[in-house]
DNA sequence: CTAAGAATAACTCAGGCTGAGAATAACCCC
DNA sequence: GGGGTTATTCTCAGCCTGAGTTATTCTTAG
């Protein structure tokens, strides 16, 4: 124990192998009512021809959410007004020694959420760029340890839609009921009860709010006009629009 | 934006300033009915004479959670079964650029909890070490952003007490519906109503399981023997055991 | 123009869960 | 033995949920 603390105490990270530290952004977004994820593909090596995250080191003076959101920009071209209304936050951190070939490479992965957005600026730096539905997934190659970050990242969007307005930034300005269940019921995965969920989102205090306004016109197959609602003041639901128990993930 | 891109191509993170990757602990333990946070006092500068969390460097090829074990483990002197029995989780991380006046710091956050542990070994490297109770903590100078870091580790706590078996892990291998009651309490910060405690434990699967015996003698202050229980197989709770809501935070 | 189909929104109802209070019984200390 | 304390169980009203139904409005096919 002794010997431990004397290389604790010398311990100097300047003498040591350099590291660096990355983000990575899993955006999701929902386009033809399928949850999709932004991944571009590397044109160098390692992995190159295989996709990934869009990510890159942080620089020196940025603060870690700065990095995310700036990277994010560089391969969706969105910037202004239309990005700062993507909600973006921290997920967690990714440090195996063995995970980049090149050297130690930490990344910090950081989640976006965003409505709707528009097919991704492919002249960027990074080769192609596309979103993909998350059906999709599996059969797509992956660098590095992203597939594991998709997937904790959406765990993370599944759990915040529970206790979070989360949904709301997946639509746009306004929208009805039937918008925001669309949501919910595209990132869980399965089907909601449309009276039930109805009922239970105009209960939760401040998740929306009416404007008084209706659609235009009925759904397309049918259906007399919606009610459009905005988005509420609540940060937190409560009580928590809960998924449906899955027996499978609680032992 | 092609400025940029030739930025990209051409970034190199060795010809930048070096920057270095810790980890940081934030410990908890519950002692003498308060909730603790494990501290060491500062040493050398900066912050010489303030107290931080338990941390350091990440070695080359040591992963994350195994360089939180080892600070952890060498302020507290655990070591073996002991200290696989306490529960690691990551929380976040942090990376301000001025957040250490030496250099590029970015430091991983991990969360420990763990039942009444002994008296920090103050010999270690880092000068003194104590467990210090959360009520104390405002009066205290912390270094760096770890006042910070010690707030989301306790919300993340508080949070994780509703829909996870954590409380099991403050308290020893065998324990009283009262004791989990008092580590609730305590975590959470406010009384619960006793018999409705006791039916919710009892009621969701999964939490504890009943082990036939009771305790010698009843409590200190009278009452009849407990029933004595073990943490049961449940990795999630369900339905959770919500903290009550409280308005102010939910806006 | 009309009928069929579809969707919104509102209602019903049984069952489960919660908070609050109370009852019962076992046990400590004096 | 008596008073105070605590574990455990009940009771009961209120709220919330899942499931199903109904009235109404609208689109589309024919």
Redesign the interface.
Known sequence: MVN??EF??G?D??A??????TVDVVALTIRDNELQVLLIQRAAPPFAGFWALPG?????????AAAARREFA?ETGLGGEPLRRVHFE?L??????DRDPR??I?S?AYLAFAPDLPEPTAG??AGAAEWLALTALPTRELAFDHRRIIEDGLERARSKLEYTPLATRFVGDEFTIADLRAVYETVWGHPLHAGNFHRKVLSV??LVEGTGATTEHGGPRGGPRARLYRAG????L??ALLRP?REE???
């Open positions: 431990e603390q604790l105490a311990y990270p300047r040591y192998p350099a590291v660096a530290v890159g080191f942080v620089r020196p003076e940025e603060d870690l560089e921290q967690a951190s990714y440090g195996t020694p050297m130690r930490f910090i960027s730096d205090p401040g003041d609540a940060r937190l409560h009580p128990a993930n609680v032992r």
